[in-house]
């Protein structure tokens, strides 16, 4: 019998998980667990919410603004890091989470509500970058693709504990202690942060320059389309949508002519391989908002308890998750027809919703299983086709802009989930979501906004397949 012995260079997850390193994986770990589960327990008690402060007309504002938030918070993040040091920055972002808190806590209404999840969103934002920025400091190059997936893989369980935890506060009805309970977990959290984290002082590379003019662009087209969604006619809605256009219109100018980038180079350039990866990714992650919104149509219109509507909601995030693994083996020709399939399963599912979720006079468990496998279908249309999405957009950019890429695809699914929301509020809203107590409206706006989905998945086709146009011309 001969042993084996791996090399001295060889990742390991027991590397990451145990010995030196497990303190600091711990705490990152920990990190993304506070800002994923946040996430679900807000979007599940958000009917709730609704019932007993009012607003329901901001309902959208409130993933639009958290997340919006969390962008311009994450693009500010590395000028932080870069003057404090790595306790003090993780202090600071634990201290901005806790004030969010505190303020949603205590929301008398809405808008007060909307400042608080704008708060947490900077928070969260902060946390999550911070998170994944201290992996090339706290562990050397060979863990860093396992520390990575370990940050990702904890991103999916975390999301499988938020429905839990926010029914369980909706269902009682103390939704306010939901919000309260984040606040004794997030200073422990900072604490043993303070207590566990490496110093990183003088290794520190400079922050470089942050491109301020596209994002106030990015923001003003996020707001625009949300301040459509108030509109009492269809023309004031069409107008924020206009405004919206055209500031992606100059955001997309700014960022071709400018030496200060959000983005890679030609990530903004119509017809790349690169723009074409990011509009199909875009237009994907358009769609995951069926998972925000799918809570409250599930109490309203079919009577399910909080806890039963977040774990149904869920499913997306399990389909995508279960898909992604799955299409991850695929290279070559299987991996374009992957690609290609994901924005037809997508449609399929949010066709299924369109017509089953606003059926409000059908019972039974029967509906709620083909809800329920409808949401696992949208997921998997994402997940098939977004592996794949993500390793076109790293190799077509240059060598020089590789880690811009990288953070790039953090930005670029933030703003899409951010501006999706936004518009999903807007149709939402201009076809009878916020008439309260009115269960035939509510089931029209269901109907058109599974149907606007359907619309995203049907031009994520049409931008996939110009997009392996492309890369057959390339060679790929």
Same mark, same amino acid.
């Given at each position: 019998m001969t042993a084996t012995f791996e090399q001295p260079g060889e990742a390991r997850w027991s590397d990451v998980l145990w010995g030196a390193h497990a303190p600091?994986?711990?705490? +990152?770990?920990?990190?993304?667990? +506070?800002?994923?589960?946040?996430?679900?327990?807000?979007?599940?008690?958000?009917?709730?919410?609704?019932?007993?402060? %009012? %607003?329901?007309?901001?309902?959208?504002?409130?993933?639009?603004?958290?997340?919006?938030?969390?962008?311009?918070?994450?693009?500010?993040?590395?000028?932080?890091?870069?003057?404090?040091?790595?306790?003090?920055?993780?202090?600071?972002?634990?201290?901005?989470?806790?004030?969010?808190?505190?303020?949603?806590?205590?929301?008398?209404?809405?808008?007060?509500?909307?400042?608080?999840?704008?708060?947490?969103?900077? %928070?969260?934002?902060?946390?999550?970058?911070?998170?994944?920025?201290?992996?090339?400091?706290?562990?050397?190059?060979?863990?860093?693709?396992?520390?990575?997936? +370990?940050?990702?893989?904890?991103?999916?369980?975390?999301m499988l504990f938020g429905p839990a935890i926010g029914g369980m506060f909706a269902e009682y009805d103390i939704w306010r202690g939901g919000f309260a309970a984040l606040i004794p977990v997030t200073a422990v959290y900072s604490l043993i942060a303070w207590r566990l984290l490496p110093t990183v002082g003088d290794t520190l590379p400079p922050a470089g320059p942050i491109a301020?003019?596209?994002?106030?662009?990015?923001?003003?087209?996020?707001?625009?389309?949300?301040?459509?969604?108030?509109?009492?006619?269809? %023309?004031g809605a069409a107008v924020g949508v206009v405004v919206s256009i055209l500031l992606v219109l100059m955001l997309m100018r700014r960022e071709n002519a400018s030496d200060i980038r959000l983005f890679p180079k030609g990530a903004m350039l119509h017809g790349t391989p690169l723009f074409l990866s990011f509009a199909v990714m875009s237009l994907l992650i358009f769609c995951v908002n069926a998972e925000f919104f799918m809570p409250f149509y599930l109490q309203r219109l079919h009577g399910l308890s909080p806890l039963l509507?977040?774990?149904?909601?869920?499913?997306?995030?399990?389909?995508?998750?279960?898909?992604?693994?799955?299409?991850?083996?695929?290279?070559?020709?299987?991996?374009?027809?992957?690609?290609?399939?994901?924005?037809?399963?997508?449609?399929?599912?949010? +066709?299924?919703?369109?017509?089953?979720?606003?059926?409000?006079?059908?019972?039974?468990?029967?509906?709620?299983?083909?809800?329920?496998?409808?949401?696992i279908v949208v997921g998997a249309g994402i997940g098939l086709s977004w592996p794949h999405l993500n390793t076109f957009a790293l190799q077509y950019t240059d060598d020089s802009e590789k880690e811009n890429a990288a953070s790039a695809l953090s930005t670029i699914q933030m703003f899409a989930v951010s501006f999706g929301t936004a518009v999903a509020g807007l149709v939402a809203n201009q076809t009878g979501f916020n008439t309260r107590d009115d269960i035939a409206a509510t089931a029209n706006s269901a109907a058109w906004l599974f149907l606007t989905f359907a619309l995203m998945a049907v031009l994520a086709w049409v931008a996939s397949r110009s997009l392996l146009t492309k890369l057959k011309e390339h060679g790929a």
């Open positions: 600091v994986s711990a705490v +990152l770990a920990g990190g993304i667990i +506070l800002h994923a589960v946040n996430i679900n327990i807000s979007a599940t008690m958000l009917p709730t919410i609704v019932a007993e402060i %009012g %607003g329901q007309s901001l309902y959208a504002w409130n993933a639009t603004l958290f997340t919006l938030a969390a962008i311009l918070s994450a693009a500010i993040t590395g000028k932080i890091l870069n003057r404090m040091d790595v306790k003090r920055s993780f202090a600071l972002s634990g201290a901005v989470f806790a004030l969010g808190s505190l303020i949603t806590a205590l929301a008398p209404d809405m808008p007060v509500m909307l400042a608080g999840r704008s708060v947490q969103g900077a %928070g969260g934002g902060m946390m999550f970058t911070l998170c994944y920025a201290m992996i090339v400091f706290a562990y050397p190059e060979r863990l860093w693709s396992r520390a990575v997936a +370990l940050l990702s893989g904890t991103w999916g369980i975390a301020f003019g596209q994002l106030a662009l990015l923001a003003g087209a996020v707001l625009a389309v949300s301040a459509g969604s108030l509109a009492g006619s269809f %023309g509507a977040g774990y149904i909601a869920a499913l997306i995030s399990i389909g995508w998750s279960c898909a992604e693994v799955y299409s991850a083996r695929f290279t070559g020709k299987a991996m374009h027809r992957v690609v290609f399939a994901g924005p037809a399963v997508l449609l399929a599912g949010t +066709l299924v919703l369109a017509a089953a979720t606003p059926a409000h006079d059908v019972t039974g468990a029967g509906l709620a299983g083909l809800l329920s496998l409808a949401l």
